[in-house]
């Protein structure tokens, strides 16, 4: 069964810096999309960044309220995914869930499309 682990949440001042990892295990397939969403309370889960595993080239995609502070990035494992999170903000302030989409070859934005998520991991930010 595939399986999703997320680590390395917490709390910072703005300003400040986290990295997210997600481990993805039990998966056979050969590639699929790996991407972090993320939850305020009241708010709808929204797309964050995202990766197709099997595209030729590394291409992340990222969110517009993330880009040029947020980095994705693969492990030397190939099964592992990082989130760099620079330049924190207070309004980055939410629970950041890894995610798998195994059944479709490419990545969307819509979270339902996912079928496979981690517990999630909170992060918050202070002003």
């Known amino acids: 069964q595939v399986q999703l682990v997320e680590s390395g949440g917490g709390s910072v001042q703005a300003g400040g810096s986290l990295r997210l990892s997600c481990t993805v295990s039990?998966?056979?397939?050969?590639?699929?999309?790996m991407g972090w969403f993320r939850q305020a309370p009241g708010k709808e889960r929204e797309l964050v960044a995202y990766?197709?595993?099997?595209?030729?080239?590394?291409?992340?995609a990222y969110a517009d309220s993330v880009k040029g502070r947020f980095i994705l990035s693969r492990g030397n494992a190939a099964n592992t995914l990082y989130l760099q999170m620079d330049s924190l903000k207070p309004e980055d302030t939410a629970m950041y869930y890894c995610?798998?989409?195994?059944?479709?070859?490419?990545?969307?934005?819509?979270?339902?499309?996912?079928?496979?998520w981690g517990q999630g991991t909170q992060v918050t930010v202070s002003s």
């Open positions: 995610a798998a989409d195994t059944v479709r070859h490419a990545c969307y934005i819509s979270a339902s499309l996912y079928n496979r």
């Open positions: 990766v197709y595993t099997g595209a030729p080239t590394y291409n992340p």
């Open positions: 039990g998966y056979t397939g050969s590639s699929y999309c």
